[in-house]
């Protein structure tokens, strides 16, 4: 069975950190692109950030830009999230998710993770 198992979210103060990581099982993902999304209650899903197969190139959504970190370990077929200087509404349900990209930044995402939740207290 083809899995993405998300980890590492919790309660975290305004302005603290957290790791969050994904872990692949069932096939390998090093030939596909991954990226985390979030959604927080009553909102839509929205795009954190992807990472390329290669781990060479990444894109994120502007907000996150230079507070967010997305990394990847193929040995271990897992996907990181770095979160530092955390706010209020970064709370919510975050999923990571993977696929193919044939065209950079695109990514069909063909397998998502459950989702793990971030609450970051004011």
């Known amino acids: 069975q083809v899995r993405l198992v998300e980890s590492g979210g919790g309660l975290v103060q305004a302005g603290g950190s957290l790791r969050l990581s994904c872990a692949g099982s069932?096939?390998?993902?090093?030939?596909?692109?991954m990226g985390w999304f979030r959604q927080a209650p009553g909102r839509e899903r929205e795009f954190v950030g992807a990472?390329?197969?290669?781990?060479?190139?990444?894109d994120y959504r502007n907000s996150m830009k230079g507070r967010f970190t997305i990394s990847r370990d193929h040995a271990k077929n897992t996907l990181y999230l770095q979160m530092n200087s955390l706010k209020p509404e970064d709370t919510a349900v975050y999923y990571c998710?993977?696929?193919?990209?044939?065209?950079?930044?695109?990514?069909?995402?063909?397998?998502w993770g459950q989702g793990t939740q971030v609450t970051v207290s004011s």
């Open positions: 998710a993977a696929g193919a990209s044939h065209h950079w930044p695109s990514i069909s995402y063909a397998y």
């Open positions: 990472i390329d197969a290669n781990g060479r190139d990444t």
């Open positions: 069932g096939r390998t993902f090093s030939t596909d692109a």
